[in-house]
């Protein structure tokens, strides 16, 4: 096996991407090392870009180099799908070490390029959901942002795992149209009066997932929710009135989906078994298409133009650099 790696890194906030070679290190215990063959990209990673210098990227799927003491469910060869926290080096490399509990092997049936869009996203959505929504079928849930990253995926995940009456918002034709391909039984549009235009078609929600523009938002959210219902936040608003919320008597809370990674909560591997599941519908069909932008193979400058992407603020679905 070689003993050097490449990354693509950069000098100083906002500096351009560039390769820089390492020398490639061994799995500790309960550690993969992948040889990394796909990526997808995040917001995050624009957020993080502008920060201090550090490997990005916290979605990949490859295959397994070596494994480390104590690892079982994995060998060799076998291809994985992971989540990367930014605690350390990312997934703009060759080579990636990863909890093992934070990987699922990938089925035949799935492309590396569609297992590696599913990490980040799929897991937020499913923690949001399951987790932190606690949602079931007599729930009537709206997803914020539903032809999104996160919020695609929430839509198809509550479409198929329950019986939940679901909406969408979106803004654009384009994002409309993905929503309810996506399974949404309807769409609003968050660019209007999303609570105007609820009332009149009868809709209230029990559930709301908010990935972003929350604070833009929160008077319409508050007005469609349900009585005792719930809301989760991705984003983090500096400042929420929550006297409206109190007198629903609802609930509020946020999804982080590297919470468990940073702070090495107990039920960790839950989110290794979360991906295997969704990875699994993937492969049956009953979830995605999840890429909608192929980048071509992983390069400073493929990821320079993925960035850009992002950067628009209207990307649908996941951007995808593979080989």
Not at 45 to 69: C, I, M, N, S
Not at 73 to 87: H, I, K
Not at 209 to 231: V, Y
Request: hydrophobic fraction near 50%.
């Amino acid at each position: 096996m070689t003993t050097t790696g490449r990354a693509i890194g950069f000098a100083a906030p906002g500096a351009p991407f560039a390769w820089q070679d390492h020398p490639l290190p061994a799995p500790g215990a309960g550690e993969l090392l992948l040889a990394v063959e796909a990526i997808a990209l995040n917001p995050i990673d624009l957020k993080q870009h502008a920060a201090a210098p550090r490997v990005l990227g916290v979605d990949a799927a490859g295959r397994v180099l070596a494994l480390g003491e104590g690892v079982a469910g994995f060998a060799p060869g076998m291809r994985v799908a992971c989540l990367a926290p930014p605690s350390r080096a990312g997934s703009y490399a060759s080579h990636l070490l990863v909890d093992a509990r934070m990987a699922a092997p990938v089925p035949d049936a799935v492309a590396l390029a569609e297992a590696a869009a599913l990490p980040c996203a799929g897991l937020t959505a499913h923690e949001a959901l399951f987790e932190r929504l606690r949602i079931a079928d007599d729930a009537t849930l709206l997803v914020v942002g539903g032809a999104g990253g996160v919020g695609g995926l929430a839509v198809q995940l509550a479409r198929t795992l329950t019986g939940a009456r679901v909406v969408a918002t979106a803004s654009r034709p384009e994002s409309r149209e993905r929503a309810l391909a996506l399974g949404a039984h309807a769409v609003l549009d968050h660019g209007g009066d999303m609570a105007a235009e609820a009332k009149a078609r009868k809709l209230r929600f029990t559930h709301i997932l908010s990935p972003s523009n929350t604070a833009a938002n929160w008077e319409a959210l508050l007005a469609m929710l349900a009585p005792r219902g719930s809301i989760c936040l991705l984003d983090a608003p500096d400042a929420l009135p929550l006297a409206k919320l109190r007198a629903k008597g609802a609930g509020l809370c946020f999804e982080a989906v590297f919470a468990k990674a940073l702070f090495q909560a107990p039920d960790l591997a839950s989110q290794g078994q979360a991906l295997g599941r969704m990875l699994g519908l993937l492969a049956e069909g009953r979830l995605g298409p999840l890429v909608t932008r192929q980048g071509g193979p992983i390069s400073p400058a493929a990821i320079t133009q993925a960035h850009e992407w992002l950067a628009t603020g209207h990307m649908l679905g996941k951007a995808v650099l593979s080989g």
